[in-house]
């Protein structure tokens, strides 16, 4: 009898599921283990292996077709029933091939290899590391000779996981055809869920610049010694996950969630973390920050962005955010607002540390100053409330060790 | 407004004056307090009056080979008063300039010995006067390093500063030490006619040179006339009416060295004895002030550069120092770089380099070497200085220079090329694209870092 692979349940709120590649081809030996196909939901993508040693047999649902959870989507012949089965689908074969392209893969090489627009103040060997690691240096912030790029900032971008992203495919191929790039589940949910959430809650935003020398020279002082005992980098990010959750618990009302029969508080901080994967934008979860060190928090994040690199969240690695924040320091952005990732009732944008002259005791001085900028649904939050949140997040990150206090 | 911040700069040497210059034209308020000389060591007892020296000792090298130039000179004879009243003239005139640059920037400039009363307030010894800022910066630097043996105290054994102030030029001198400030004596008192011997405790002169490059300097300082006793461990002087006799040994044998004179010329050492730092706290350790990379002190408020922080000491650094600590004062937040810090020695011929050495650079990792002898270099012909080397040292990967070195004429000054592109993280390959003029002794950079970029053109 020939077994029949089905859509899995992934989580238990996945109903659906759609076929987003075909690995092997009707007719191919497989082998336990073996990839046969790629699943996308609404979160996530998912590579589903062959069960046992066969011959993949009639492929019922094509890429790009969506089935619900259960439905039968091939058959995996075993030895000795492989011939007649195999015989009578060889029409479809040629099709599935001609849609196998990966098309991930094409824009992320063309990015790479086109120099971003302008002028980048770079040292010659920033240069060389960056087209080494195909990191694009108009998205690095540089910290040597009148703001060049040296070799430490390529270095940290790289830690960061700075890449030559962006594709803009219009702009990059300028005499290419326009096309037609149909939704993916993904890119649905995502459009979906940030209408909903421009519709339904009534944002509003406030500002804050902030002086972030302590938090910088702390993650100096703090990176070696994380390093060494979890073994990844520090970066600002966690640092400021990790300021927030302390804001968040003096000021419980931004860490609500909108529900139809009122306000919820929540007692802990569950802080979700922006992500931008090649498909799309994801929100990974990183559970209880107040409970956890830096190093356990920067841990969490190098594990999440690993698994997003790799397509591999589980449904639990994105859920139950309290809080969001999405920080845009490696594109060097000055300031930005975020939609709130519903049904939460606020997200802080965490732009680029910038140097930048202020006045200090009476004199003009160059210090790194970082913008947050928080978006609050002012049903929940009022004015007032999300004030004193932004006045506490700014001592904090002002003087990282108040939060011992 | 504000108040202006008011600085105090204790040292009015290179780690003190340009700082007090720059948080002056900052808008601070500065006193700079100095118990000697305006511009310290370098322009008094350094850099600049030993120069001066060697300069004339060039003048001595043109005359003896004048005929190779087709100049037939008849005799030279060293006025050595006169060569000393020179060396007096280009000092005083530094230090004067000195002066009126502080008055036109409003520094005041107090003439006395400063010690601490509290981490805000410093007092003038001589006249009890007492001087309140918002900072401190310590730039009192340092005094020549002396050694425990028998006889260091004796009438004819000179350090650096006595050797400056010399009436007449000895018949006979051992130098107690080879690195960049004996060999540098050396080759002037050698150039005056002098007979000189140096006693060099490690296996070859000026160490922490790279030592391929060290080997040449030595080659040419023995070639000069100098005698050189390398390994020799000095054990005592003995004085007597006539002559010093100092013992040494090498391996297990005892030598010894006769001269009229002796110049004990074994490092310097961070000097802060009269500022009572131990009374505030200030942290030191092996005998200098601990900064952090801002240059502050473990006070508040007080910050410290140049000589009397330790490590390199070198007057373009104390400089340097001083002036990323008076940024840092003023608000900035700039962590002070040690990636390109040039080092000069001011023989015949010169060395200069930056970086690291090959030795130091093949313990790091993978790397590449350019060689480009003088041999090859035009310039260096028609100056007839064609021993000469210049070495660039770049790692394998990404061609990141990591180390020039040159010994040959204007090494010095051309040294400055290659800190210029090491503080700006060039690769051999821009060293070797830029293009030099012609003739130059700098095309010999240029042809080294080729060698590493694809291959020179002045050389098989």
């Known amino acids: ?405 | 407004m504000a108040d202006k911040t008011r600085i105090t700069i204790v040292g009015g040497g290179v780690g003190g004056y340009p700082a007090a210059i720059r948080a002056a034209r900052m808008g601070a308020e500065v006193t700079l307090i100095e118990k000697d000389a305006l511009g310290g060591t370098c322009l008094n007892w350094g850099c600049i009056p030993t120069k001066a020296l060697l300069q004339s000792a060039g003048v001595v090298r043109t005359m003896k080979e004048s005929a190779t130039f087709g100049v037939k000179c008849k005799g030279y004879e060293v006025d050595f008063g006169a060569v000393m009243a020179r060396k007096n003239t280009v000092v005083a005139q530094l230090t004067r300039g000195v002066g009126a640059l502080l008055k036109a920037k409003k520094v005041k400039v107090i003439q006395g010995t400063a010690s601490f009363v509290d981490a805000k307030t410093l007092q003038i010894r001589e006249t009890g006067e007492k001087v309140q800022g918002d900072a401190v910066l310590i730039a009192s630097g340092s005094v020549p390093g002396r050694i425990p043996i028998e006889g260091i105290d004796g009438p004819d054994v000179m350090d650096s500063n006595q050797v400056l102030a010399m009436k007449t030029l000895p018949k006979s001198v051992v130098v107690i030490g080879g690195g960049v400030i004996g060999v540098e004596f050396a080759q002037f008192l050698v150039a005056m006619g002098t007979e000189v011997t140096i006693l060099e405790m490690l296996p070859g002169l000026v160490p922490g040179v790279d030592r391929e490059i060290a080997a040449l300097l030595q080659k040419q300082i023995t070639a000069a006339g100098v005698k050189v006793v390398t390994g020799a461990a000095v054990k005592g002087i003995a004085h007597s009416k006539t002559e010093n006799v100092v013992t040494y040994t090498v391996g297990d044998k005892t030598e010894t060295a006769s001269a009229e004179k002796v110049f004990l010329t074994v490092g310097r050492k961070p000097d802060f004895s009269l500022l009572d730092i131990d009374r505030i706290g200030i942290r030191h350790e092996r005998g200098a002030i601990v900064v952090n990379e801002f240059m502050e002190t473990s006070v508040p408020g007080i910050w410290a550069a140049g000589d009397v922080v330790g490590g390199i000491m070198l007057a373009h650094l104390a400089s340097a120092e001083g002036e990323c600590a008076v940024r840092n004062i003023l608000g900035h937040r700039e962590p002070m770089s040690y990636r390109a810090v040039p080092s000069c020695i001011y023989t015949m011929p010169e060395v200069a380099s930056v970086g690291l050495t090959e030795e130091k650079a093949k313990e790091r990792g993978d790397i590449q070497v350019g060689r480009f002898p003088l041999r090859g270099n035009g310039k260096a012909l028609v100056l007839n200085e064609t021993e000469g080397l210049v070495k660039v040292i770049s790692d394998r990967k990404h061609g990141e220079v990591l180390g020039v070195h040159i010994i040959g004429p204007h090494a010095t000054d051309m040294i400055a090329e290659a800190v210029l592109g090491m503080t700006m993280e060039m690769t051999a390959e821009e060293l070797a694209g830029a293009i030099h003029p012609h003739p130059t002794v700098s095309e010999a950079i240029m042809e080294a870092a080729m060698v590493i970029a694809g291959g020179a053109i002045h050389m098989p």
């Open chain 1, 1 to 405: 009898m020939p077994v029949e692979i089905v859509m899995p349940k992934l989580g238990l709120t996945m109903t659906e599921g759609l076929i987003v590649e075909w690995r092997k081809k009707e007719g191919d030996p497989v082998k336990k283990g073996d990839i046969l196909f790629v699943l996308e939901t609404e979160k996530v993508t998912y590579e589903v292996e062959a069960p046992e040693d066969g011959t993949l047999g009639k492929i019922l649902v094509r890429e790009q077709e969506t089935v619900p959870v259960g439905a039968v989507v091939a058959y995996l012949l075993k030895p000795g029933e492989a011939a007649a089965e195999v015989a009578a689908a060889p029409a479809v074969a040629p099709k599935a091939e001609a849609a196998s392209p990966a098309p991930a893969a094409a824009p992320a090489a063309q990015t790479a290899a086109q120099p971003a627009g302008g002028r980048v103040k770079a040292t010659p060997l920033a240069k060389k590391i960056a087209k080494e690691c195909g990191i694009d240096l108009s998205l690095v912030a540089g910290t040597g000779p009148g703001g060049r790029v040296i070799r430490e900032d390529v270095e940290k971008a790289k830690a960061a996981g700075v890449k030559a992203p962006v594709p803009a495919p219009a702009a990059a191929a300028p005499s290419a055809e326009d096309r037609l790039v149909a939704f993916t589940g993904m890119r649905r949910t995502i459009a979906k869920k940030m209408l909903q959430s421009k519709i339904e809650a009534a944002q509003t935003y406030m500002s804050n610049t902030v002086d972030a020398t302590k938090i910088q020279q702390y993650r100096e002082e703090l990176l070696p010694y994380v390093e060494k005992k979890y073994g990844v980098r520090l970066t600002i990010t966690d640092l400021m996950m990790k300021v927030t959750g302390a804001a968040l618990r003096e000021h419980p009302v931004i860490n609500t969630r909108w529900t139809d029969k009122g306000v919820l508080y929540l007692s802990e901080v569950h802080m979700g973390m922006a992500m931008a994967l090649d498909e799309g934008l994801i929100v990974p979860v990183i559970k209880n920050v107040n409970s956890k060190s830096l190093g356990q928090i920067a841990q969490e994040r190098t594990a999440l962005i690993k698994k997003g690199k790799t397509n591999s969240f589980l449904p639990d690695d994105i859920k139950g955010s309290t809080f969001t924040l999405s920080a845009m320091g490696m594109f060097g952005i000055e300031q930005f607002t975020a939609i709130i990732n519903q049904p939460e009732n606020a997200i802080l944008g965490v732009a680029a540390i910038i140097d930048k002259p202020v006045v200090v005791k009476g004199q003009i001085v160059i210090r790194p100053m970082m913008n947050v900028n928080l978006s609050y649904d002012h049903r929940t939050i009022d004015g007032a409330e999300a004030g004193k949140f932004m006045q506490t997040l700014k001592a904090f990150i002002e003087e990282p060790f108040l939060i011992l206090a």
